[in-house]
């Protein structure tokens, strides 16, 4: 919180600026199309469930990103907010972060149900499950975990130092999940193409191992810089640079598959992949994560 008062830290607030509202915005465009959104097939009451489910996710985090743009204005600009106000308010931010990622659990049941119904075919029902089932399981559980884990310690109560362990791990977390997701679509895209899929086309290549060992990479990375930093008692004493080349790369990562997308089109023709990170992504917004990346990483203060 201390850093973002200082005047020499203007880039750094721009950019934590413009992240949220990409945050807010996407997520509240995502919002309102689901509420308009519907599926009628065999399969009418799991879609209903996880679509009106994943919606009131979906909102929660719009309300997130919204008090999040607000109170980035209010306390890094305006100065119109106190310290332990912007504290409440962060608390609430992650809170409904939390309710977000919960939304997700009925989503994995269905995968993993739908993989166990004897009468879907054997090859759908293990692609769904690696696809949908498994990712949602994981996600739906370990992230509300470290959040709500994070929204305790993020006490004006409380020492300094719980609420730095749980924000590192809370972040590591996400890259893990990150890849788990990515990964796992991935994998259903080449069990539904065969594996000519990435060896025919080197820009499928690419983005895949950008995906399996670029995003597991840069996984390991935050997870070793978290170890190093879990003693650390309070977040002034971070190296916010280290920080900035970690969010620089997970949102180059998002910018690159994008930009291939655009100059290159669907390679190897239309599938899950590309359906996934263009159309059903709700994570796109992390596009926008180098404007805040890029002023960490070459902030001239240690």
């Given at each position: 919180m201390m850093m973002l008062n200082a005047k020499s830290d203007l880039p750094v607030k721009i950019g934590l600026l413009f992240v949220a509202l990409a945050w807010f915005s996407f997520t509240f465009y995502e919002f309102v199309n689901g509420l308009f959104h519907g599926g009628y097939t065999s399969q009418f009451f799991w879609i209903l469930l996880t679509d009106t489910v994943g919606c009131v996710g979906l909102g929660f985090r719009t309300v997130a990103g919204f008090i999040a743009v607000i109170t980035i204005l209010l306390y890094a600009f305006k100065r119109g907010l106190s310290r332990p106000k912007a504290i409440m308010s962060l608390r609430l931010v992650v809170l409904l972060e939390a309710a977000y990622w919960l939304s997700l659990f009925p989503s994995g049941v269905w995968g993993v149900t739908y993989f166990t119904d004897a009468t879907s075919a054997a090859f759908l029902g293990t692609g769904f499950l690696i696809e949908t089932g498994l990712p949602c399981i994981v996600e739906s559980i370990v992230m509300p975990i470290v959040l709500v884990k994070l929204f305790f310690e993020l006490s004006p109560n409380k020492p300094v130092r719980g609420a730095v362990k749980w924000g590192l791990l809370s972040g590591t977390f996400y890259l893990f999940v990150s890849w788990l997701n990515n990964t796992s679509i991935w994998t259903a895209a080449?069990?539904?193409?065969?594996?000519?899929?990435?060896?025919?086309?080197?820009?499928?290549?690419?983005?895949?191992?950008?995906?399996?060992?670029?995003?597991?990479?840069?996984?390991?990375?935050?997870?070793?810089?978290?170890?190093?930093?879990?003693?650390?008692?309070?977040?002034?004493?971070?190296?916010?640079?280290?920080?900035?080349?970690?969010?620089?790369a997970f949102g180059l990562y998002f910018d690159l598959n994008y930009v291939l997308w655009l100059f290159f089109g669907s390679v190897g023709g239309w599938g899950t992949w590309y359906a996934w990170i263009l159309g059903h992504n709700m994570d796109l917004w992390i596009l926008s994560a180098p404007l805040l990346g890029l002023p960490l990483l070459f902030r001239r203060k240690p």
């Open positions: 080449l069990m539904e193409k065969g594996i000519e899929y990435i060896s025919l086309y080197p820009i499928n290549l690419f983005s895949f191992a950008m995906t399996a060992v670029g995003l597991l990479l840069l996984t390991a990375y935050a997870a070793y810089f978290s170890k190093k930093s879990l003693g650390e008692e309070s977040f002034e004493k971070l190296n916010l640079r280290k920080i900035g080349l970690t969010v620089t």
